[in-house]
């Protein structure tokens, strides 16, 4: 079964993390590189944006502006710790800002910074932290009420994708099975 969502978010680590041939679908595609480890040489990165440009991919830096603006990006991710007011000045540069939440009271503080869309966290289970709550469709659905700019993310994978479609949100956001199965993913995709 194939997943139709308008907008499809996928966080990476590194360039290397996704193969941009793999993509196919043209304005559906935001790509947020996560350079926390900054490995990545500026002129890899540079590269990487332009192909992007060319393919028609959304490209967001996480919580570096001037990283962001260096890359000459469509706008930024702040994380859900970032509770920095500062970013709403790049609003003005028609940068736009995606933010991140796990609960009401994160949500409240993206709408503050300005975000355009918000990624709320753990749709569903988690590998990496098998003890910690998640969301579920129907919680999902109905923080979706109260903010229609919430995007799902978290534990999605191959097996439990086909959820996606009752959920009220425009999209999806992947991290970790990008990097595991992504011509699976990309398959499914429309």
């Known amino acids: 079964m194939f997943i139709f969502k308008n907008k499809y978010f996928l966080i990476i680590e590194n360039i290397k993390d996704i193969d941009?041939?793999?993509?196919?679908?043209?304005?559906?595609?935001?790509i947020i590189y996560r350079n926390n480890n900054k490995i990545d040489k500026l002129r890899d990165l540079l590269s990487f944006r332009r192909n992007c440009k060319a393919k028609a991919i959304k490209f967001y830096v996480?919580?570096?502006?001037?990283?962001?603006?260096?890359?000459k990006s469509d706008g930024i991710y702040l994380s859900s710790h970032n509770k920095n007011l500062r970013f709403l000045n790049y609003k003005k540069l028609n940068f736009r800002i995606i933010g991140s939440a796990h609960n009401l009271r994160e949500i409240s503080d993206k709408v503050k910074q300005g975000c355009d869309?918000?990624?709320?966290?753990?749709?569903?289970l988690v590998d990496y932290d098998k003890k910690s709550s998640f969301l579920g469709v129907i919680k999902f659905n109905f923080f979706s009420k109260i903010s229609n700019k919430l995007i799902p993310l978290g534990g999605i994978k191959t097996n439990n994708l086909n959820q996606l479609n009752n959920t009220f949100g425009e999209g999806f956001a992947l991290l970790s099975e990008v990097k595991k199965k992504p011509a699976k993913i990309f398959s499914r995709l429309l």
């Open 20 to 30: 941009l041939k793999n993509i196919k679908k043209r304005d559906k595609f935001f």
């Open 62 to 71: 996480s919580n570096d502006i001037n990283l962001a603006i260096l890359l």
């Open 117 to 124: 869309t918000i990624l709320l966290s753990k749709l569903f």
